[in-house]
């Protein structure tokens, strides 16, 4: 059969040059990516377009800082999309909690729970910023270094024991601790 | 800068509670002091003059004092004035009550409910004080609050394992 | 044999490359619109190998891959009985009912892959889907009488070289009626605005696409681009006059020259559903259905009496 590993080149050349982004803007970052998108700072020349569905996409941009509520959503989707998929940071409240890092209700260190690719310093980073960082994350691409989703795969047990720590132990099923606000 | 329109309310109000004292800070905001067993009527009196809706309910935790302050904070559309009403309550968690105002203003319950939760100040007369908030179960269990008693950063420590390199130190604020 | 087989081949490669262009020119001429820089010509081809390329599949059953398989078949089919110049392999028996039937069936697929997912918001596009084509149902079969009655036969050869006589279909007013209503058939068919209520991005997360995933995408743009071309071709030839070029001597030279010709009514047509698309908001599902029952109903009914008398 053919040997799809000689066409590498060619593949890496068509992944980083058309991503697409899930639409999930959490936190005050969510604010930064319609000047992304529109006429100034055009995101659509690289080819990445956002798309609402997450079986789609294979960009995930963490915009902002990250409660344990939206982060079991953040895990659940993350786990929804196909291989290869990439994750990127903006902010520094990913990064090490940023001016939440003594609150009682922000994620310090985001790392712990999901691999992140590529950091964006800032709080908010300007656009020309999140193209450096975008610049970054095409360049990790073709040398096939970006390999967050291998590393998910690998250290599973590393992951889901930093996610039960949190959460507690079976989280996914019990509907009662994903949802704490049910009042029933 | 002339500040008749908000001396002239001061008076008007002060006139009808002698038990208040009050003063104007600057444009646009003044502020009264009252006993906590009057602030239902107090509130009452503002209602009639115009104060239509109530902002928020802040409270303030005095650790010296022994007492938490609580602040009514009412915007007046027609005057166009912020105003503070401020009362203090003994800081105990089995003696800081004060009465409900929530008939008078019915945004007050969500505000009672917020100020319940982060400092364990109970409302009188308000019946969903217990329902959950903000805090999820296990920070409820564990006595999450905003009182100056608590050690919120030791117990950040705990729960995510990770700030072992920050302290707070009040002389120099360096991570 | 081998030469109708080869023929059907170099067919098919032909409208794959040229619908991906047709794909590209709608997200550039719609940046352009917007005022900014769009994705360079060959961005879907981009989009299709990355899609093709994922490394896990995540699939529902075998409905659930059949579905894609047979729209891209069907669309594939069409494409053949669709006569292009004096290349087409089965334009003998294509009449115009066929060709129509075998374009609306690819929709039908999808819908039956998507349902089969499970996923509530497939479900909610896969019924607004079928109101749609439930909709467009009575302005295409009067825009089709009134072609038939016209030239007097239903096969789509013959019509194409009815026309290079009498000239373009759209001289004549009956059929000018009947190509303003099928041209407002044909926005629906793309998927574009303001009938795009079956692929509502953000509204119901891309409606019956919601699941698809890696192979089964690549899949579906590759049908995409397919039926694009088809489409705008099937208009090209029953309206705008098909080319049917015998000036030049050798084959070749005739065979590029009408294949040129189609190109450049082919991209006028793509443009003006392009332009439309560009300025417009979204109906929903009830006002798209009104909207069809009267105003193209009405300009098709009057298209067919008159091509009648």
């Keep these: 059969m053919v040997d799809w590993r000689l066409y590498e080149p060619l593949i890496n050349f068509a992944r980083k040059r058309s991503m697409w982004i899930v639409s999930f803007c959490t936190g005050c970052g969510g604010i930064e990516m319609p000047p992304l998108m529109t006429s100034r700072y055009d995101l659509e020349r690289f080819g990445m377009m956002p798309n609402p569905a997450p079986r789609m996409a294979d960009l995930f941009l963490i915009t902002g800082y990250v409660t344990p509520k939206t982060l079991k959503r953040i895990i659940i989707t993350y786990e929804m999309q196909p291989d290869p998929k990439y994750v990127l940071a903006h902010g520094s409240c990913p990064l090490n909690g940023g001016i939440y890092w003594d609150a009682y209700n922000a994620i310090k260190h985001l790392d712990k729970y999901i691999p992140v690719d590529v950091a964006i310093a800032g709080c908010m980073p300007r656009p020309e910023a999140v193209m450096d960082g975008i610049k970054k994350m095409m360049e990790l691409i073709e040398t096939g270094k970006a390999d967050g989703w291998k590393r998910y795969k690998e250290n599973y047990e590393y992951y889901k024991k930093n996610q039960d720590e949190l959460f507690g132990e079976g989280w996914r099923e019990n509907r009662k601790k994903m949802d704490s606000m049910v009042n029933e | ?175 | 044999m081998i030469e109708t087989a080869l023929k059907a081949f170099l067919i098919l490669i032909y409208a794959t490359f040229v619908g991906f262009m047709f794909m590209g020119i709608i997200r550039i001429v719609t940046a352009r619109i917007h005022r900014r820089v769009g994705p360079p010509i060959y961005q879907p081809i981009l989009d299709t190998i990355k899609l093709l390329s994922k490394k896990s599949n995540i699939t529902h059953g075998l409905i659930y891959d059949f579905g894609v398989i047979y729209a891209l078949g069907a669309t594939i089919l069409a494409l053949m009985f669709i006569p292009l110049g004096s290349m087409g392999i089965l334009r003998a028996y294509g009449d115009l009912i066929l060709i129509t039937f075998l374009l609306e069936i690819p929709m039908l697929g999808i819908m039956f892959a998507a349902m089969s997912s499970g996923n509530p918001y497939a479900g909610i596009g896969a019924q607004r889907a079928l109101l749609t084509l439930l909709a467009i149902q009575v302005p295409l079969g009067f825009a089709i009488v009134a072609l038939a009655e016209f030239y007097g036969t239903f096969s789509t050869y013959e019509i194409v070289m009815a026309q290079q006589t009498m000239g373009w279909s759209i001289i004549h007013l009956p059929l000018l009626l009947a190509a303003i209503a099928y041209d407002i058939v044909l926005q629906a068919m793309f998927g574009k605005e303001p009938f795009d209520i079956m692929i509502a991005p953000g509204e119901i997360s891309l409606g019956p696409m919601v699941e698809f995933g890696g192979k089964h995408m690549g899949i579906l743009q590759i049908q995409h681009a397919i039926a694009l071309f088809g489409e705008t071709l099937f208009f090209s030839n029953i309206f705008l006059g098909g080319a049917a070029i015998t000036i030049f001597g050798s084959s070749i030279l005739n065979t590029i020259a009408t294949l040129v010709v189609l190109l450049i009514k082919q991209t006028a047509v793509l443009m003006v559903a392009t332009f439309i698309g560009a300025i417009f908001p979204r109906f929903t599902i009830d006002q798209a259905a009104k909207f069809y029952w009267k105003w193209p109903t009405i300009i098709a009914a009057l298209g067919a009496i008159l091509a009648s008398l």
């Design chain 2, 1 to 175: 800068m002339n500040l008749e329109k908000e001396q002239m309310i001061v008076e008007t109000i002060l006139q009808k509670a002698p038990y208040a004292e009050g003063k104007v800070r600057r444009e646009r905001r003044i502020e009264f002091r009252i006993p906590p067993d009057r602030i239902r009527d107090f509130l009452t009196l503002l209602k009639e003059n115009n104060f239509e809706s109530m902002m928020q309910i802040t409270a303030v935790d005095w650790l010296k004092d022994g007492e938490i302050e609580l602040v009514y904070q009412m915007w007046s559309y027609t005057h166009a004035i912020h105003a503070f009403v401020k009362t203090r309550i003994p800081r105990d968690v089995d003696k800081a009550r004060a009465p409900s105002v929530r008939d008078i203003y019915p945004a007050a319950e969500t505000y009672e409910r917020d100020a319940h939760e982060f400092y364990k100040v109970t409302f009188e007369g308000n019946d969903k004080l217990e329902m959950p908030w903000i805090l999820e179960d296990e920070d409820r269990e564990a006595g999450v609050s905003h009182r100056k008693d608590f050690d919120m950063l030791g117990y950040v420590k705990k729960k995510y394992k990770l700030l072992d390199r920050f302290e707070e130190d009040k002389e120099n604020y360096v991570i």
